[in-house]
């Protein structure tokens, strides 16, 4: 005899209405909610850890800047440790001298070198540096800025010895042109300022690269709405703007060129008279004997005319950073 098998209630189907037999509502764990931290405190250093972190900084800028400083200072207000009358005494005579006679007139000498090779670099530099910026050709504007990294770090005995070998009085270029029946002459103020331009053209398209980049599309196109010429454009709109920013160039430049010493020493040497040659002699005692510390007044010299000039760009830097930022 079968028994039939007896059948197994089955739950019944879930009720949307809640009727009898539905599920109760299933209702998940409750995790806590993560809220992120705000911006502010995830930037936020512990207390402290902004100034550990300048330490080395602060450190470097101390040993490098700040001893050299303070040895120039007090050298140029005191006598040579190795001259024959008072040394180590408090004297102003450095300074005096530094400000007269040769020294006066290499001290000149450099800051006209200087303003001119840093004036035609600028002249030159930003007319390359906007063909970059506006070339459609990505090698080409690679290729400059390329070159121009490498140029502009390109001196001191190399430079001399490629412009001695290319322009000097047996150069290639000059016997090709007989450019010495002109009165051409490398070994002078003319070819020194040629020479200068190598590099600081170069450092000026780096330098001012960034801030035309920073010229918007629309400044222009609301000049030409407005009938304005590409001269017009450039005179009442981006010059203003870039000017902060090409004086700070034109202060670069002119930085590179009061400081440099191996070019010139090595192609003109005392023809072309420079601080920095007279620093050098003074420093040897190629001249005198005991003027080391007026060797440092020069270089005090040379601090507070790189200081009057930054003291001409510093405040006109705000103007310029609320356009192009």
Same mark, same amino acid.
């Given at each position: 005899?079968? $028994?039939?098998?007896?059948?197994?209630?089955?739950?019944?189907?879930?009720?949307?209405?809640? &009727?009898?037999?539905?599920?109760?509502?299933?209702?998940?764990?409750? $995790?806590?909610?993560? $809220?992120?931290?705000?911006?502010?405190?995830?930037?936020?250093?512990?207390?402290?850890?902004?100034?550990?972190?300048?330490?080395?900084?602060?450190?470097?800028? +101390?040993?490098?800047?700040?001893?050299?400083?303070?040895?120039?200072?007090? #050298?140029?207000?005191?006598?040579?440790?190795?001259?024959?009358?008072?040394?180590?005494?408090?004297?102003?005579?450095? @300074?005096?001298?530094?400000?007269?006679? +040769? !020294?006066?007139?290499?001290?000149?000498?450099?800051?006209?070198?200087?303003?001119?090779?840093?004036?035609?670099? $600028?002249?030159? #530099?930003?007319?390359?540096?906007?063909?970059? %910026?506006?070339?459609?050709?990505?090698?080409?504007? /690679?290729a400059v800025l390329t070159a121009s990294g490498v140029l502009a770090n390109f001196g001191g005995l190399p430079l001399a010895f490629a412009f001695v070998a290319t322009l000097g009085n047996a150069g290639e270029v000059t016997r090709?042109?007989?450019?010495?029946?002109?009165?051409?002459?490398? !070994?002078?103020?003319? #070819?020194?300022?040629?020479? *200068?331009? *190598?590099?600081?053209?170069?450092?000026?398209?780096?330098?001012?690269?960034?801030?035309? /980049?920073?010229?918007?599309?629309?400044?222009?196109?609301?000049?030409?709405?407005?009938?304005?010429?590409?001269?017009? !454009?450039?005179?009442?709109?981006?010059?203003?703007?870039?000017?902060?920013?090409?004086? #700070?160039?034109?202060?670069?430049?002119?930085?590179?060129?009061?400081?440099? !010493?191996?070019?010139?020493?090595?192609? %003109?040497?005392?023809?072309?008279?420079?601080?920095?040659?007279?620093?050098?002699?003074?420093?040897? &005692?190629?001249?005198?004997?005991?003027?080391?510390?007026? +060797?440092?007044?020069?270089?005090?010299?040379?601090?507070?005319?790189? %200081? @009057?000039?930054?003291? %001409? *760009?510093?405040?006109?830097?705000?103007?310029?950073?609320?356009?192009?930022?």
């Amino acid at each position: 005899m079968t $028994t039939a098998p007896t059948p197994v209630p089955t739950p019944a189907a879930a009720d949307p209405s809640g &009727g009898p037999g539905a599920p109760g509502p299933v209702t998940a764990s409750p $995790t806590p909610a993560t $809220t992120p931290p705000p911006a502010a405190a995830r930037r936020r250093l512990p207390r402290g850890g902004s100034w550990l972190a300048t330490v080395p900084l602060l450190a470097f800028f +101390a040993i490098g800047f700040g001893l050299p400083a303070i040895a120039i200072v007090t #050298g140029a207000f005191t006598v040579s440790s190795d001259s024959d009358t008072d040394p180590g005494a408090f004297t102003t005579a450095n @300074l005096t001298d530094s400000v007269q006679g +040769a !020294y006066w007139t290499a001290l000149l000498s450099s800051i006209k070198l200087s303003a001119l090779t840093a004036l035609i670099g $600028t002249v030159l #530099g930003v007319p390359i540096a906007q063909a970059v %910026v506006t070339s459609r050709f990505r090698m080409l504007r /690679e290729a400059v800025l390329t070159a121009s990294g490498v140029l502009a770090n390109f001196g001191g005995l190399p430079l001399a010895f490629a412009f001695v070998a290319t322009l000097g009085n047996a150069g290639e270029v000059t016997r090709m042109f007989h450019l010495t029946d002109h009165g051409w002459s490398l !070994y002078s103020f003319t #070819g020194l300022t040629v020479t *200068y331009l *190598y590099f600081l053209v170069p450092l000026m398209v780096l330098t001012i690269t960034p801030a035309l /980049e920073g010229l918007r599309v629309q400044w222009r196109e609301a000049a030409q709405n407005n009938r304005a010429t590409a001269l017009q !454009y450039w005179r009442h709109v981006a010059l203003p703007i870039l000017f902060p920013s090409l004086l #700070g160039g034109f202060v670069l430049l002119f930085g590179s060129a009061f400081a440099a !010493y191996a070019t010139a020493a090595a192609m %003109v040497g005392a023809t072309v008279p420079l601080i920095s040659r007279q620093i050098a002699d003074a420093l040897s &005692g190629n001249v005198l004997v005991g003027q080391g510390n007026l +060797a440092l007044a020069l270089s005090l010299d040379m601090i507070i005319v790189a %200081v @009057l000039v930054m003291a %001409v *760009y510093l405040p006109l830097q705000r103007r310029s950073a609320r356009w192009l930022s």
